[in-house]
C-alpha cells in the first residue's frame, strides 16, 4: 500500500483549511469544510469544499457543532464515502468552527468506519498572546480530543513556536515534515523504515512528532513546530530514516522521549528524519493555556466591577452671576467704516 494514495486530509475552520491546502498542492485527497465564503475563497479552485450553509463562521460558538453537521448533510454524506484508509483531520483548536467540529467529526468517522480507518488529528495550538476565547476553545477542543477513543496519533503544532517567522512556517514546514514521513521510500543496507511501521506509528494513541534531525537531536524537542512535549517520557514508537550513514544515535533519542516499545530504523533517506509516537499530550502546556482563559476572565471580571463603581458625583462649581449691562452706556465712539459713512452725512447736510 502506498501510503500518499492512501491518505484524505481534511481541513475544517480557516487554518484547518490552509494547511490541508498545501496537501493538495502536493497531490493528496483533500476536502475542506468551512462555513466563511471569504475564508473558502483564499482556497482558490479547489475541489472538495464543503461551505457549511446557515454556519458563516460559528461567531465564536463552538457548541453549534453538532446542529451544524445536522444542517449540512452533503458534508456529512461525503464524509461516509471516503476510500483512503488514513483520514486526517487538520483544524486550529483556538477558533469555533474548526475546534467545534474536530471531535464530532471524529466521531463521526469513528461510528462510521469503526477501527477500519486510522484517524489521525492535527490540532493547532493558539499563541499565549491571543485572546481569552481562543484559549478556552483550546483547553475544550483538547479535553474533548482526549475523550474520543480509537483515534490515532496526534500531532499537536504549536503557533507559539513560530517567533521570527509567521504562521505559513508552521504551516509549510508540517507539510513538508508529514510528506517526507509517508512519502518515505529510501531503501539501503542494513534495514528499511517499511510502510507497516509507519503506519503503525500513525495509528499510534497519543501525542507524535516529526523532525529533521539537521541541527542535532536537542533541537528535537525544543526547536520545532510541535507543542512542548509532557515530561513524563512515556512514548511507544520511534523511526528514524538515516541520510547515508549512522547519523544519530537510539541511545541519545531515548533519553530524550523515554524508552519506547519499538524501534524503526531505515538508511539512504533524502535527510534524516526522526519520529516519534505514542507520547502523552502536553497536558501541562494545555494546562497553562486553560489557566491563562481562566487568569483574563477573572482580570476582565475586576476590571468591570471596578468599571461599574465609577460615577460622576455632583461637583459644586462656585458659580458666579454674570454682571448686568447698565443700560444708560455712552454711545461708542464710531470708528472705521461707521465713522467714515457718518462723516459723509455730515459733510453733505
Ligand atoms: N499555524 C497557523 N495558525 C493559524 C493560521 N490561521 C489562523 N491560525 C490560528 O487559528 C486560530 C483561529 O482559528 P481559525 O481557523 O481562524 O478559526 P475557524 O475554525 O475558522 O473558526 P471561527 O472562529 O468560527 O472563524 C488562531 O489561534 C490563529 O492563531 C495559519 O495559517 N496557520
Ligand atoms: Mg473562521
Known amino acids: 500500500m502506498e501510503i500518499k494514495k492512501n491518505t484524505m486530509v481534511i481541513g475544517l475552520g480557516n487554518c484547518g483549511c490552509k494547511i490541508t491546502k498545501l ?20 482556497l482558490g479552485n479547489m475541489k472538495n469544499i464543503y461551505k457549511l450553509e ?18 449540512n448533510a452533503e458534508f456529512t454524506e461525503t464524509l461516509e464515502k471516503i476510500e483512503q484508509k488514513i483520514v486526517i483531520l487538520v483544524y486550529a483548536v483556538g477558533g469555533s468552527t474548526g475546534s467545534g467540529l474536530s ?11 469503526g477501527d477500519d480507518k486510522i484517524i489521525v488529528t492535527v490540532p493547532v495550538l493558539p499563541k499565549e498572546s491571543e485572546a481569552i476565547n481562543k484559549h478556552k476553545n483550546a483547553y475544550q477542543a483538547v479535553q474533548e480530543l482526549m475523550s474520543l477513543e480509537g483515534v490515532g496519533a496526534t500531532f499537536f503544532l504549536d503557533n507559539n513556536n513560530c517567533e521570527g517567522k509567521d504562521l505559513k512556517w508552521i504551516n509549510k514546514t508540517f507539510a513538508s515534515l508529514l510528506d517526507a514521513f509517508i512519502t518515505d521510500d529510501s531503501w539501503g543496507e542494513p534495514n528499511n523504515f517499511d510502510e507497516s511501521e509507519r503506519l503503525e506509528m500513525l495509528a499510534d494513541p497519543g501525542a507524535m512528532i516529526i523532525s529533521y534531525c539537521k541541527d542535532g537531536i536537542e533541537k528535537l524537542l525544543t526547536d520545532n513546530i510541535f507543542a512542548p512535549l509532557q515530561k513524563d517520557k512515556v512514548c511507544n514508537n520511534v523511526g528514524v ?17 523515554g524508552k519506547p516499545l519499538n524501534v524503526s530504523e531505515g538508511w539512504g533517506g533524502k535527510c534524516t528524519l526522526i519520529a516519534v509516537s505514542g507520547m ?32 460622576l458625583p455632583t ?35
Open 23 to 42: 496537501f493538495a498542492d502536493m497531490g493528496y485527497s483533500t476536502m475542506f469544510a468551512n462555513g466563511s465564503e471569504q475564508d473558502l475563497k483564499v
Open 54 to 71: 446557515g454556519y458563516d463562521g460559528f461567531g465564536g460558538h463552538r457548541e453549534k457543532a453538532m446542529e451544524c453537521l445536522r444542517d
Open 103 to 113: 471531535a464530532v467529526v471524529a466521531q463521526y468517522l469513528k461510528d462510521v468506519y
Open 241 to 257: 530514516i538515516h541520510q547515508d550513514k549512522n547519523d544519530v544515535e537510539i541511545d541519545t533519542i531515548v533519553a530524550e522521549v
Open 280 to 311: 502523552s499530550f502536553p497536558v501541562d502546556h494545555i494546562q497553562r493555556l486553560g489557566k491563562l482563559a481562566v487568569d483574563g476572565q477573572k482580570e476582565r471580571q475586576h476590571n468591570i466591577k471596578m468599571a461599574k463603581e465609577q460615577s
Open 315 to 349: 461637583l459644586d462649581f462656585n458659580d458666579i452671576e454674570k454682571p448686568k449691562i447698565k443700560n444708560n452706556i455712552d454711545k461708542p465712539k464710531l470708528t472705521g467704516r461707521d465713522a467714515l459713512l457718518a462723516m459723509r452725512k455730515k459733510a453733505r447736510a
